[in-house]
């Protein structure tokens, strides 16, 4: 193995260590990260070690579990505030206001919609649950639909699990559901998720035409009845068109809404 290939395989392990606590893991031990990755105690030792010293894990001196540390927390903030995503929040509670449902705002992270503003991110503890699959919501089709070539490849979705008896777990149907969303113009949930759930979701899309994020508006079939779908999305749109004020440079702007293929 070259000197090269060694720094990659480090680099890349040193990454799978940090997507331990993705899932919520509050603290954890060097032994549990060596048990997730396969790894042995010794290696998931001197990566943690690693890891803390440069300030991205934490170790607690008692329990000897780590935790993610300051760097993380550090980044993770420069990066909200770069895209700015702390102006976005008075026009998502607008936007929830006049339709009486709870809005969202998603990027996508590998096979994920992740919620990076919103009602679900205000009212979630510790950042649970603040990752939706792609193939079962409505935030994750929109990302999906007009997704970068290279990043609409649909066998990086799965495993498609059923959720409820609405979940598309086909991947041909999944495909085919795709084209429609890209058809229509916006995606629709009804039940995928969730038992009574529904969730309409429309792209906030760059002047090349690909989506940058992903707005979803929520609620139950009562409130996004198909007699409102064309009211409910003419508001989220409009939003929209806020939010690209917002986060997207003046460079990036300019790509109209998309509108359903005749």
């Not at 193995?1 to 031990?29: P, W, Y």
């Not at 007009?146 to 979705?157: H, K, L």
Request: net charge positive; with cysteine.
């Amino acid at each position: 193995m070259t000197k090269g290939s060694t720094g990659a395989q480090a680099v890349h392990r040193a990454l799978n260590v940090l997507e331990c606590f993705r899932d919520n893991a509050q603290a954890i031990s060097a032994s549990d990260i060596a048990r997730r990755l396969g790894l042995s105690s010794s290696t998931a030792h001197r990566l943690a070690q690693a890891l803390a010293g440069a300030g991205f894990l934490e170790r607690d001196l008692l329990t000897a579990r780590y935790r993610l540390g300051p760097a993380v927390l550090e980044l993770g903030l420069l990066s909200y505030h770069q895209r700015g995503l702390h102006q976005v929040l008075p026009e998502l509670d607008h936007l929830s206001e006049l339709t009486g449902a709870t809005v969202d705002l998603a990027i996508r992270s590998g096979r994920h919609a992740v919620l990076v503003a919103g009602g679900t991110v205000r009212r979630s503890s510790a950042g649970v649950g603040l990752r939706r699959p792609l193939y079962s919501t409505a935030l994750g089709k929109v990302l999906l639909a007009w997704a970068r070539p290279g990043d609409d490849d649909m066998s990086d979705v799965g495993p498609l699990r059923p959720l409820t008896d609405r979940t598309i777990v086909d991947p041909a149907r999944l495909r085919a559901e795709i084209d429609r969303v890209r058809a229509r113009g916006y995606a629709l949930n009804d039940g995928e998720s969730a038992e009574g759930v529904r969730t309409v979701a429309v792209p906030l899309l760059d002047r090349t035409g690909y989506v940058r994020f992903a707005l979803a508006v929520r609620s139950t079939p009562e409130v996004i009845s198909d007699a409102r779908i064309p009211w409910l999305l003419t508001r989220a749109r409009a939003c929209v068109r806020a939010l690209e004020v917002l986060l997207l440079t003046p460079a990036e702007r300019g790509h109209a809404d998309p509108e359903p293929t005749p």
